[in-house]
């Protein structure tokens, strides 16, 4: 392989180079350990030349030695390939990033003109909270391919004609009920989307604003779910305990919840006793969701909970005790899990593996959480999302002590690429 430039690149140089020697990869790498303070990884030439990893400036300065050629031809021959792996990586990254946005226009989701309820008198008719719902749950799957940076204007102005239309409208008991029950909806799906972006400020209020409006729509789900979305902005944002607004969040639903919805809120009670480091408690969590999802029940499940299911349950298990440096439990419950998950909901997905990664991490297995990072970073690019580069930045620092590894050293430097 060449470049534009006519550089021969490192894996067929190298190759070439062996070959010249009459020399198995095996040979070259143990010819290469006698030159170091510690042998060569089992298959370290062979990475080297299919360019799965390239060397690093030492072992150039060894290849340079054992050929008995400049380290510059070396050193082009790496820069040439980096240069090629990124071309690559970015048109994979552009081609991602276009498919995730054809995701979300071909799934029903486009923005639709909204309805002007009040243009022709002040009152409004039963129909109108569930032709509202089902216009909020159409748009509520937006986030399964889009940041909250791209979200959540819009989210904003949907919640702001629903407020409208409670504070102006006039209705029925029951009406003014299903107008607050999706006044909440919406205002949990505007804070989800500022919290997501980073708004911290501004999702504590939308997550208040969900409170009030569940509680004055007598919606007790609905109410222990901004409960809980209150106990993960608690821990996210000010390092403290959501432990007390999960554990509310359970009561509130209670177990007259449907089960998709216990499920979910047995779950994040789960992921706060997991950073609280409590194992058994954490457990018990766990156990009351598993056992909440595999509930049949013919009762309809609200739509906020759609994309709650056993894979969604298997990954928070994994989180959890990847959180809780428990890798015997996390890999598999999470790797079973994401094989399933589609890359073009990217944002969950790279968040999800950045769980995976340090979970291998704390298994000793270095090149795979570091094959594991790398697709993390490439799934993050052109999100509106801050919490997937926040965990790469976690698993990076944690990558730094073991750069000494070529795999290591060279996710590192492509990491600083702008």
């Known amino acids: 392989m060449t470049t534009r430039d006519d550089v021969e690149t490192i894996g067929p140089l190298l190759r070439r ?4 020697t009459s020399r198995t990869q095996e040979e070259l790498a143990g010819d290469l350990s006698k030159r170091r303070s510690h042998p060569m990884e089992q298959g370290m030439v062979s990475r080297w030349e299919t360019e799965k990893a390239l060397p690093d400036p030492t072992s150039q300065q060894l290849l340079a030695a054992e050929f008995d050629v400049p380290v510059e031809e070396l050193r082009r021959a790496v820069v040439a390939a980096r240069r090629i792996r990124r071309q690559k990586k970015q048109t994979a990254k552009e081609r991602d990033v276009n498919r995730r946005q054809f995701m979300a226009a071909g799934a029903g989701i486009a923005v639709i003109p909204a309805i002007d309820y009040l243009g022709s008198g002040p009152r409004l008719g039963p129909d109108v909270p569930r032709q509202l719902r089902v216009r909020t749950a159409r748009l509520r799957r937006l986030d399964d391919f889009m940041g909250g940076g791209d979200t959540y204007a819009m989210y904003c102005q949907e919640l702001k004609d629903t407020v409208r239309l409670v504070d102006e409208g006039v209705y029925t008991e029951a009406t ?32 208040l604003t969900a409170m009030a409006a569940a509680q004055a729509a007598e919606d007790s789900s609905l109410a222990g779910n901004s409960y809980a979305f209150l106990a993960y902005l608690e821990w ?28 979910l809120l047995w779950d994040r009670l789960a ?14 969590a766990l156990a009351a969701a598993e056992e909440a999802i595999r509930e049949e029940s013919d009762r309809p499940e609200p739509d906020w909970v759609y994309w709650v299911d056993a894979d969604e349950i298997a ?25 399933r998950y589609d890359d073009t909901r990217a944002r969950d997905k790279a968040l999800y593996l950045s769980w995976l990664a340090s979970a291998y991490l704390d298994a000793g297995e270095i090149e795979h959480s570091v094959a594991i990072t790398g697709k993390v970073l490439d799934l993050s690019h052109g999100l509106a999302s801050t919490r997937p580069a926040g965990r790469s930045r976690i698993l990076l620092h944690r990558l730094q002590q073991h750069r000494q590894l070529s795999p290591v050293a060279e996710l590192l ?4 690429v702008p």
Request: aromatic share 6%; glycine share 10%.
């Open 17 to 20: 180079l062996r070959k010249a």
């Open 176 to 207: 003014g009920a299903g107008l607050r029950s999706v006044l909440a909806e919406q205002a949990q799906l505007a804070g989800w989307a500022a919290f997501d972006a980073g708004r911290y400020g501004e999702a504590r209020s939308h997550y």
């Open 236 to 263: 996210a944002t000010n390092g403290r305990s959501g432990i007390e607004f999960a554990t509310a969040a359970c009561e509130t639903a209670g177990r007259d919840a449907s089960p998709r919805v216990r499920a």
């Open 271 to 284: 992921w706060q006793h997991a950073t609280s480091g409590n194992a058994n408690a954490t457990g018990r």
């Open 315 to 339: 990954i928070m298990t994994g989180r959890c005790w990847a959180e809780l440096h428990r890798p015997l439990r996390a890999i598999p419950a999470l790797e079973s899990a994401l094989s």
């Open 413 to 416: 430097e492509r990491s600083r």
